[in-house]
Structures are given as structure tokens and as C-alpha cells.
């Protein structure tokens, strides 16, 4: 270690100190081997930090103050919708009713509960337009997972093997990813020119063999699928099923629903549209909602309501199983329940704002980078680094780490694959006019200093705790934990 | 035109902004911007919600939700069943509450996201440490899908495609297996339980040439305490690998951890090291393994590698096994997973420290082992199971256990999980769990209620 650099936790820990008074036993001191046979007992503990609570305190938040955040600034980064995340939602969880509620008690002492999410899948379907919803899955990716499983039980149950999943070009990669968990073989199709996916190569595909086509809608161009109807009529002519990944929802709430637009069953990620902080990569949830149709494929268990009483029901024998333990990732939906309820039908403003922020922002760029689709956006756009690449050696990695210097966080880069050096900007609704006059200010900044500095930008960023790291380094010689000082200067 | 604005506390767009917005855009109305969207799948009505709430309306009605559920500051819990009433210090999540860890997002610009990255690196060093496992990933759903992305993995580094998992592992992590397992062409057996742990010798009858992994769970279901390194060796014997799953990590401040009796990966659920119980999530899935097979493991990994100045410095590493290039040849479609529950882990294992952690996952054996033995001194109450127990046990009540249930909570007690419910050939049992949050007077008041209910 350097004089510059921070330190770990390992290397603040001298033997002997302790930052919790653990508690005594205080119940008759039996012999251990009495309680535990010799042979199974630990002999060499596990070698945790030995801090004091100030030094554990500062240690946390010095390092939270190496790291951006929400609360800290803007965050442009296209397809994640980072917006706001209400207080009021944390108070919400953090009720011991809920915070300090134990899974496995009867249904009859978690009414409470039970009753928040039968509310929450109510409002979840009136603004899907769909008529059922699991809340098993804990993120989108596990949604999207769970749905192609519910797909998969569907089209066996009829007596139906059908083994591949069309995904467009643009694509999350988590899609080809849980289609291939599921079993299936990925089908590409490309986008058009419009920067739709391309219907004539959709429908050469489009055979018996084909389970489902995952998309995107409003699409990781930041587009809405033009021909969604005619798409869903294809998909729906060869007997597969569409799914709806749910990233982009929060561009089109009250607006238009993906049940009245063709779609069988999508996934929320509700920790982006209905805002949970994203705690670092996570928790969050994906609730999946799906057409009566496929209720019956729903994983256990699902929340019924009798009367004034509400319970979980196992008993579903065409369930798909379980995809986690327990009931989901309740608290992220406490969050949910309560984002909705502040709006309730104001909903639709949230997308109109966001709708609103993407197209300023885009008209406020436009003329500094190429536009790859040039048509109105939905909540996010998506930008080429091309020109100043080509015309002055800076590849839209260094734009990126140039703007951090400028206190930003940067966009999506090289997302979607199809858009050569890429840049996908969302600003989200929970962003004033003024914040994203100031970042189209920086980047429009940079773009300049492209053409006049370029070198600045290539070696950014400048002003941030390090410098660009050595991301090839990390990934042929892997160092993934400390292994004290001795052998960590061995291995230098 | 345009539609009437409401003012909203969470949107900054005034009804003037978004009216001057729109003309530097160049266009009339939202609905300009929308005209990709077809006439005939647009909405024309208003979302049919409830009313838009203020806050202190809002807090009221998540009270009295909240307040309608049993939860464990209004009852003493005796409940576990793989999940756990732990005592979490302040500290935790204080800090782990913190904004600038609280509100980031996952740490894909490294240069202003050090304390995350940095955090995660400690977390994986802490996990390894626990485990006694060589490499952990930055964390999974929880312990369930966690122990079947391991399954996945032990096939692929097998190339065997059948997995035999004990029937004292956690019901649910059983079905997730299957779930996760069903359509990748891999066949799940299960091998009995015998006295309340796996027999060795069933194991080594249901392990052939086909089997990837033998799945363990390390305390088991009932509580009880496994031979791990007999298990182990029958599966190395098969040429299959040891998948443990621990439900409860706590036990491994006390017990010979996994990786030093021949684990292979390591699964688990990190709920217990400061998370609260949240009716069963968020939680926290924990992944360790050993060198080997760090390519074939799932989910994100920090690497610590240098600047161009030469300083330490953090990031994602190894991120060619995931699926934003990968695509379909991923090795796991996660993406978004627990990073603030994993945080908060690392939190409490710094918190408790080397040795906190033994003393509180002795406490929790003492108690544990105390009331058990003060619960089978009750005339027909007996034990279910001889074999050594952590921090929960197995009874064989002479009343059926959601009877007894019923009885305590009237003394707002939470009793144990009737086991009939996931095990219908224990339909007398009770499984207890006793934590170091529950104290001796509780415990003593435990043991008083459940003789005056089975003696009545």
C-alpha cells in the first residue's frame, strides 16, 4: 500500500479491539463439548477486522464519500431510470411491522402484509393491463427468467415443444441470458432502419418452433415499436407468446398499457419505475404480470383475498415451482406500494415528464453528436460518439470519464450494441429543467474539447479519487480479497 | 392542447417549464411526442388508482398495515426456519443507510464509485473468511437461487448433468433447485434424511457417474449439524463436487467452516448478518468457491488493480462471464442483486469482528442448547433428533405444534415452525429456533407456557 492510497478495513485492524459489546450467555455455563462435538468446532476463526465503532464509522462513511449517488447529483445512465427515491418510502419500510416481520408466520399474523401486496397487484395490473401478478422474483432479470418458465409450462401443458426465443439485436443482454437459462436456442433479429425491430425478418422466423419473443417497448433506442400491433399479430400467428421486458416502462405509465398492446406477460423492475434505491446494484424486484391465461403457471405462492381475509395458496399444481424462497423481495415492494399510492393517478405525469426531459435534453445535443434514429424519444435517447472519434481520436469511454470530472455521473456507453460508440442518456422525470441545462452544458463542454483538447479527455478523469483504473490488469491477474500484507506483496 | 399539470412533490416540472420545454423542442404538445405511440393502444381514460396521497396520510395507512402483522418487536420470536431474529447492531445500518451508498447505483463508472467497489472487495474477503472458501462474488438473490446458480455451475464444471440434494435441506432451496435446474436438461434426485441428518451411506448409494453435486445444507433444516466431511468425501469419492448451503452463516463463527472439509462451492443466505427478517426479503444469497472455478461462478466480482498513477484502486472484474457480453453463453442471467444487503453484511462482520462473531454464535449455541434441554425435561415433550444442534432443534410436542402455536401467541410468544407443514411425517414436530436475542427470561417464559400447555 501507498501513503496515497485508502486504506481497507484489514488494514486498520489491530488485535484486540472491538466495536459491538457482544452479549454473555447468561444461562448455565455447560461445558462446549457438551453443546458441540470437538471435531466440529472452528478451531482457527474466521480472521474478521478488529475495529473499534469510530473507526468503523469513519472508515463506512469516508467510503461512502468516494462514491456517487442519487442524492448526490444526476444520473444519466440510459436504460437504468435512476430517479429520485422518495423518504417518506424508507420510513414506510422500515416499520417493524414490516421491517421485523418473520416469513414463515401464518397468514393470520401477516394480514398486514398480505393485504399491501394484494393492493399492490391490483394497481400493477391496472397499470400493465394485465390480470395477475407474481412477486417472487427479486429483480428484472429474475422476472424475466421466471416468465420464460411460465411460457415454457404454457406450451407444454398443451402438449407443444417449442424450443426457440426470438430477442431483437438491441436487446438487454440479460434477455438472451434467461432464455438460455430456460432451455431455449436464441433466435436474433435485427432492428430497421427506424430503429424498430425489423418486421420482415421477424416474420421469416416467426414458425411453430418459436415459444416467445422478448422486447423491449419503448426500446433500448428510447423508440416505441411503431408496428407493435402488427408485431404482436405475427408473434400470436405462429402460436408463441409476447413478452415484455418491463426496463423502459416508466416512459409510457397511464400512457398506453402492454396488455392492450399485445403483450402475454412482462416483468417490473419496480426498483426503477416505482423507486427503490438501487443500493449499489441492488436489492430489487420483478414482479412478473402476466394474461389470465397464464395464471395458472404462476410460481407459489400467490396472494388470494377471502372477504375481508387475505392468504398465500400453495395449492396451485400448475405453478412452475419456486424461483426463490419465501414470499419475494417484500420490503423493495412496501417502496412500490407507496410510490403508487402518492401518485395514484397522477402517474401519468411522471412519463409525460420524463418524455418531456428526454426530447429537451436530446434537442439541447443534438447538433454536438450524431443521432443515430433521429426521431421523437420516449424517456431516453440514444447518441454516437462516431464524429469525434473519427474526426479527433476520443472514443466515447474517455467522453464519459471527461464528464465525471464535471461532477456527472455518465451515461450508458456501448449500450445498445447496434449503435456504434454509443451514448444512452435518460434523464428521468424527477430531474428539473435547470439540472439538465447544466449537463448539457458539460457535455456539450466536452464535445468541444474533443476538437481542442482532445488529450485532456483521453486520459480523464482528472479530478475523481483515482485516476482511470486498470481494468485489463484486474481481469488477467484477478485480485479479488485481501490476503493480508505478506502475501498481498508477494503476488505484486 | 395540453392537459392540465398537477403540481407533485417528487416531479420539479412546473406546468410553465413543461409548456416552455416543449416549444424548444419544437412541437405543440406531450402528445406530439407520443405519435409513435398507435391511436389504438393508447389509454383514453385516467388510471383507475386510488387518490394521490399526502405523506402524513400515507404513513398513517402503512401504519395501521404494518400494525395488523405479527412481527417480532411485538412478539418474542421462536421462529426460524431460514430465516432470522437477529440482534443487528446500530452501526449496521446507520451506515449502510447512508445516501451515498443507499441511492447509488451499480458501480459501472469505477473512478466515483470507490467506496462500493471497495466495500464489495471487503465483503468478498469477509465471505471467504467465513466460508473459508478462496473467492466470493459481490452477492446473489438470496440463499435459495443462490444454491441452484451453484447447481448450474457444478455442471458446468462436471459436464455431469444430475444433482443429488438431501431432504434435510430447506424445502424451498429444494424447489428452487428444480425450478432452476428443470429445463437445462439436469435431473434432481434426493437422498433421506436419517435421525435428522443425511446418511452417509444413502448418499454414497445415490451418487454415480452422472452426479455433478451432492447438495448439503450446513446446519441443516432441523437445526442439526451435519458430517460435513464424510459427505465430502463421498462426493470426491464419485468424482462430484459439495455444494453446502447455510441458512444460518452465524453458525459458522462456532463450526468448522465448509471450505475446511472439502466444500466445493459454498451457497448461502446472508440474512442473518445484519438484515432484517422483512417477511423474507430483501435477503442476501452468498456464493464462495474455491480458485478453480472462479470463471464458471455467476454474478459480479470486485478486483482491486492500480491506476495510471500507480494507486489502488477497485473495479468490476471478470466481467466477460456476464451476460452483458456474453449474451446467451452467460454463465447466470443476474444482473441486479443485493449489493446493500451485502454492504450491510460486510458491516456487521466488521462490526462484530473475529471475535465477536464466536461469541455471539456461542451465545446462540448455549441458548439454544439450554432451552432444548429445558423444553425436554417437559413430560412429553421429547427431542426429535439426537444429532448436535446450532441454533435451532427439532421437538416432538404431545399437542400439534399450530395448537401450541395458537396458545403462546396469547402470551405473545411466536412459536416454532410446525414442521408437518414441509414435512408431513412430522406432523408432532416443532422446530425452535433460539438466537442471542432471545434472553433467559424469555426463554425461561418459553419453557413455562409450553408445560402448561401440554400438560393442561
Not at chain 2, 26 to 38: K, M, Y
Not at chain 2, 241 to 267: F, K, Q
Request: overall charge negative; hydrophobic content about 45%.
Amino acid at each position: 500500500m501507498t501513503q496515497r492510497d485508502f486504506p481497507l478495513i484489514f488494514e486498520l485492524s489491530r488485535p484486540g479491539r472491538v466495536a459491538v459489546a457482544a452479549p454473555e450467555a447468561d444461562v448455565p455455563d455447560v461445558p462446549l463439548e457438551q453443546i458441540v462435538e470437538p471435531s466440529l468446532v472452528r478451531r482457527d476463526p474466521a480472521d474478521l477486522p478488529e475495529v473499534s465503532e469510530p473507526d468503523l464509522v469513519r472508515h463506512y462513511t469516508r467510503l461512502s464519500q468516494r462514491n456517487y449517488a442519487i442524492d448526490v447529483g444526476f444520473y444519466p445512465l440510459g436504460s437504468c431510470t435512476m430517479k429520485y427515491n422518495p423518504k417518506v418510502n424508507e420510513d414506510a419500510a422500515r416499520l417493524p411491522g414490516f421491517a421485523r416481520l418473520h416469513p414463515n408466520v401464518p397468514d393470520d399474523l401477516a394480514q398486514g402484509a398480505l393485504q399491501l401486496l394484494w393492493e399492490l397487484e391490483q394497481m400493477l395490473c391496472e397499470i400493465s393491463g394485465m390480470d395477475r401478478v407474481t412477486f417472487q422474483p427479486a429483480a428484472g432479470a429474475h422476472g424475466e427468467l421466471t416468465a420464460l418458465m411460465m411460457i415454457r409450462a404454457y406450451h407444454e401443458d398443451r402438449g407443444d415443444r417449442r424450443t426457440r426465443v426470438i430477442v431483437p439485436d438491441s436487446a438487454h443482454g440479460t434477455n438472451p441470458a434467461s432464455a438460455a437459462m430456460c432451455g431455449y436456442t436464441v433466435v436474433t433479429v435485427p432492428s430497421d432502419r427506424r430503429g424498430n425491430i425489423d418486421v420482415d425478418a421477424l416474420r421469416q422466423v416467426a414458425d411453430a418452433s418459436v415459444a416467445a419473443l422478448m422486447l423491449t417497448n419503448p426500446n433500448t433506442l428510447g423508440l416505441f415499436e411503431e408496428r407493435i400491433v402488427e408485431v404482436a399479430e405475427i408473434v400470436h400467428g405462429c402460436g408463441a407468446l409476447l413478452y415484455l421486458d418491463g426496463a423502459n416502462f416508466n416512459a409510457v405509465l397511464g400512457v398506453t398499457r402492454p396488455g392492450d398492446q399485445g403483450f402475454d406477460v412482462m416483468h417490473m423492475n419496480v426498483h426503477k419505475t416505482f423507486s427503490t434505491p438501487h443500493g449499489g446494484g441492488g436489492p430489487g424486484a420483478g414482479p412478473v404480470a402476466v394474461k389470465a391465461f397464464l395464471a395458472p403457471y404462476l410460481p407459489v405462492p400467490t396472494v388470494e383475498r377471502d372477504g375481508d381475509r387475505f392468504r398465500l395458496d400453495y395449492a396451485r399444481p400448475k405453478a412452475i415451482g419456486r424461483v426463490r424462497a419465501f414470499h419475494g423481495n417484500f420490503g423493495v415492494l412496501v417502496r412500490a406500494y407507496a410510490y403508487l399510492r402518492a401518485y395514484g393517478p397522477l402517474l401519468r405525469q411522471v412519463s409525460e415528464a420524463a418524455v418531456v426531459n428526454a426530447n429537451y435534453l436530446l434537442t439541447r445535443l443534438r447538433e454536438y453528436f450524431d443521432v443515430p434514429y433521429d426521431r421523437p424519444c420516449m424517456h431516453e435517447f440514444v447518441l454516437s460518439g462516431r464524429r469525434q472519434k473519427a474526426q479527433h481520436g476520443v472514443r466515447t469511454l474517455d467522453i464519459a470519464k471527461r464528464l465525471l470530472d464535471y461532477g456527472y455521473h455518465a451515461p450508458t456507453i456501448y449500450f445498445p450494441l447496434i449503435v456504434d460508440e454509443a451514448i444512452m442518456i435518460e434523464p428521468a422525470e424527477t430531474e428539473s429543467r435547470q439540472t439538465l441545462d447544466a449537463f448539457a452544458d458539460a457535455l456539450i463542454q466536452v464535445a468541444e474539447e474533443c476538437a481542442r483538447d482532445p488529450e485532456t479527455v483521453r486520459t480523464a478523469p482528472h479530478r475523481t479519487v483515482v485516476a482511470r483504473l486498470d481494468e485489463v490488469a484486474a481481469a488477467r491477474h484477478p485480485n479479488l480479497r485481501w490476503r493480508g500484507p505478506v502475501r498481498a506483496a508477494s503476488t505484486r | 392542447m395540453n392537459a392540465a399539470w398537477h403540481s407533485h412533490r417528487y416531479l420539479p416540472m412546473t406546468a410553465q417549464e413543461r409548456d416552455e420545454m416543449l416549444r424548444a423542442i419544437g412541437v405543440a404538445s406531450v402528445d406530439e411526442l407520443l405519435a409513435d405511440i398507435p391511436a389504438g393502444v393508447r389509454l383514453s381514460r385516467p388510471l383507475h388508482l386510488p387518490p394521490p396521497m399526502a405523506d402524513v396520510d400515507l404513513l398513517a395507512h402503512l401504519r395501521g398495515l404494518a400494525e395488523r402483522n405479527g412481527h417480532a418487536d411485538r412478539l418474542v420470536c421462536f421462529l426460524g426456519g431460514g430465516a432470522y431474529d437477529h440482534w443487528i447492531p446500530s452501526v449496521v445500518w446507520h451506515l449502510a443507510g447512508r445516501a451515498e451508498f443507499y441511492t447509488a447505483y451499480t458501480p459501472y463508472q469505477a473512478e466515483i464509485m470507490q467506496g462500493e467497489l471497495q466495500a464489495t472487495y471487503e465483503y468478498q474477503t469477509m465471505l471467504c473468511e467465513l466460508t473459508g472458501m478462496d473467492v466470493a462474488n459481490a452477492s446473489m438473490y438470496d440463499g435459495a437461487s443462490a444454491t441452484g446458480e451453484a447447481a448450474v455451475m457444478a455442471r458446468d464444471l462436471t459436464r455431469r448433468n444430475e444433482i443429488v440434494v438431501s431432504t434435510a435441506v430447506h424445502p424451498h432451496y429444494r424447489e428452487v433447485l428444480r425450478t432452476y435446474t428443470r429445463h437445462l436438461g439436469m435431473h434432481v434426485r434426493e437422498v433421506p434424511y436419517e435421525d435428522g441428518v443425511t446418511s452417509v451411506a444413502r448418499a454414497r448409494e445415490a451418487l454415480g457417474a452422472r452426479t455433478a453435486a451432492l447438495v448439503i445444507q450446513f446446519p441443516n433444516v432441523f437445526g442439526c449439524i451435519e458430517d460435513g466431511p464424510a459427505l465430502a468425501r463421498v462426493a470426491h469419492d464419485a468424482g462430484a463436487l459439495l455444494i453446502t448451503a447455510v441458512a444460518e452463516p452465524l453458525s459458522l463463527g462456532l463450526l468448522a467452516p465448509p471450505g475446511h472439509w472439502g466444500a466445493d462451492i459454498v451457497a448461502g443466505e446472508g440474512q442473518p448478518l445484519g438484515n432484517f427478517l422483512n417477511f423474507g426479503g430483501p435477503y442476501l444469497g452468498m456464493l464462495a468457491t474455491r480458485d478453480a472455478f472462479v470463471r464458471r461462478m455467476p454474478g459480479r466480482l470486485v478486483g482491486a488493480t492500480v491506476d495510471r498513477h500507480g494507486r489502488r484502486g477497485f473495479v468490476l472484474t471478470l466481467q466477460t462471464r456476464e451476460q452483458h457480453i456474453r449474451r446467451e453463453k452467460a454463465t447466470s442471467n443476474i444482473c441486479t442483486n443485493e449489493a446493500l444487503n451485502a454492504l450491510a453484511a460486510a458491516i456487521y462482520m466488521a462490526a462484530v469482528g473475529k471475535s465477536g462473531l464466536r461469541q455471539i454464535a456461542e451465545v446462540n449455541a448455549r441458548r439454544a442448547h439450554y432451552a432444548r434441554s429445558r423444553l425436554c425435561a417437559i413430560p412429553g415433550v421429547r427431542a426429535g433428533f439426537d444429532a448436535p444442534v446450532f441454533n435451532e432443534f427439532v421437538l416432538r410436542l404431545p399437542v400439534p405444534p399450530a395448537e401450541v402455536n395458537a396458545r403462546l401467541l396469547d402470551r405473545g410468544i411466536l412459536g416454532g415452525l410446525p414442521l408437518g407443514l414441509w414435512y408431513p411425517e412430522l406432523a408432532d414436530a416443532w422446530l425452535v429456533c433460539v438466537t442471542e436475542a432471545r434472553t433467559r427470561a424469555q426463554i425461561d417464559a418459553l419453557v413455562d407456557a409450553v408445560a402448561e400447555v401440554v400438560t393442561r
